[in-house]
Antibody, heavy 112, light 108 residues
Framework: QVQLVQSGAEVKKPGSSVKVSCKAS????????ISWVRQAPGQGLEWMGG????????NYAQKFQGRVTITADESTSTAYMELSSLRSEDTAVYYC?????WGQGTLVTVSS | EIVLTQSPGTLSLSPGERATLSCRAS???????LAWYQQKPGQAPRLLIY???TRATGIPARFSGSGSGTDFTLTISRLEPEDFAVYYC?????????FGQGTKLEIK
């Protein structure tokens, strides 16, 4: 049974960056895709991108191209999502997902 | 980009009734790579259905998915009180792996 545990809530200033981690336990880490999905307050789900750790190359939604970087560290079974040039509209809960499992979500608040 | 349109936006039903939720894609979803999720307030989404019709682990048999191409349906045969939530469809056959806007299933 795979379990995904994400890093804690963050408060960031506009223009800064945030890096959220997602540590997997149980199951096989490297061979399966990990996706990042965000949900702004009161809004729907938005797919940001994903990575298959064994291949190492990430795939991003065009909306986030140039601002998001998704990486994975096979040695620690941890995936990361870094979002730069933050603006207030990036305030959201950020989730990682792998197969049927989702992380608990990380609230990122962007505020001056 | 494949746009998924869910209908209705809100569905008001009573426990014991049958729920039918629709998800229509702007272009064909390859290999029926269509999933359904349930989300309750303050919780992460829960995978219900993948491959358009395969129930995920531990999902009750009252949930079923059907469809192919551009038209997909999630059916809940007899609503239980815990089924009232927001439901999303997602296609994962073509990047970006887009979500529908959601259907809120509320108690009538």
């Amino acid at each position: 049974q795979v379990q995904l545990v994400q890093s804690g809530a963050e408060v960031k200033k506009p223009g800064s960056s945030v890096k959220v981690s997602c540590k997997a336990s149980g199951g096989t880490f490297s061979s399966y895709a990990i996706s990042w999905v965000r949900q702004a307050p009161g809004q729907g789900l938005e797919w940001m991108g994903g990575i298959i750790p064994i291949f190492g190359t990430a795939n991003y939604a065009q909306k986030f191209q140039g601002r998001v970087t998704i990486t994975a560290d096979e040695s620690t079974s941890t995936a990361y999502m870094e979002l730069s040039s933050l603006r207030s509209e990036d305030t959201a809960v950020y989730y990682c997902a792998k197969g049927e499992e989702w992380g608990q979500g990380t609230l990122v608040t962007v505020s001056s | 980009e494949i746009v998924l349109t869910q209908s209705p936006g809100t569905l008001s039903l009573s426990p014991g009734e049958r729920a039918t939720l629709s998800c229509r894609a702007s272009q064909s979803v390859s290999s029926s790579y269509l999933a359904w999720y349930q989300q309750k307030p303050g919780q992460a989404p829960r995978l219900l259905i993948y491959g358009a019709s395969t129930r995920a682990t531990g999902i009750p048999a009252r949930f079923s998915g059907s469809g192919s191409g551009t038209d997909f349906t999630l059916t809940i045969s007899r609503l239980e009180p815990e089924d009232f939530a927001v439901y999303y469809c997602q296609q994962y056959g073509s990047s970006p792996y887009t979500f529908g806007q959601g259907t809120k299933l509320e108690i009538k």
